[in-house]
Nanobody
Framework: EARLVESGGGSVQAGQSLTLSCVVS????????MSWVRQAPGQGQEWVAS???????TYATSVKDRFTISRDNAKMTVYLQMNSLKSEDTARYYC?????????????????????WGKGTQVTVSS
């Protein structure tokens, strides 16, 4: 059974940093395209960043140069390093796995089917 478990969320002040982790089990992690997707209260899903099985990364414009996605296949973990956090980054952050990669930016998360999702971790940034 596939499991994706996020951790590392919390409450921080604007300008501070957080690192999110997503530990994956039950699937051949190294073959999967991994994404971070966030959802703020009352809003739709927003794609944040992705990393392919060969470590190609893509970012939403809103987080580019502030966030870094990475993966450790030996630990079956994907990370999201978030620097210079802003109040608008406040959301629940989800880890998602998809066998087929997506070229370029993900404009609309709902257009694509991800095979597996975690339950999310809350990030709250106060200004």
């Amino acid at each position: 059974e596939a499991r994706l478990v996020e951790s590392g969320g919390g409450s921080v002040q604007a300008g501070q940093s957080l690192t999110l982790s997503c530990v994956v089990s039950g699937i051949p992690f190294s073959r999967f395209y991994m994404s971070w997707v966030r959802q703020a209260p009352g809003q739709g899903q927003e794609w944040v960043a992705s990393i392919s099985s060969d470590d190609e990364t893509t970012y939403a414009t809103s987080v580019k140069d502030r966030f870094t996605i990475s993966r450790d296949n030996a630990k079956m973990t994907v990370y999201l390093q978030m620097n210079s956090l802003k109040s608008e980054d406040t959301a629940r952050y989800y880890c998602a796995a998809r066998l087929l990669p997506i070229d370029g930016e993900v404009k609309d998360v709902s257009y694509y089917t991800y095979n597996y999702w975690g339950k999310g971790t809350q990030v709250t940034v106060s200004s």
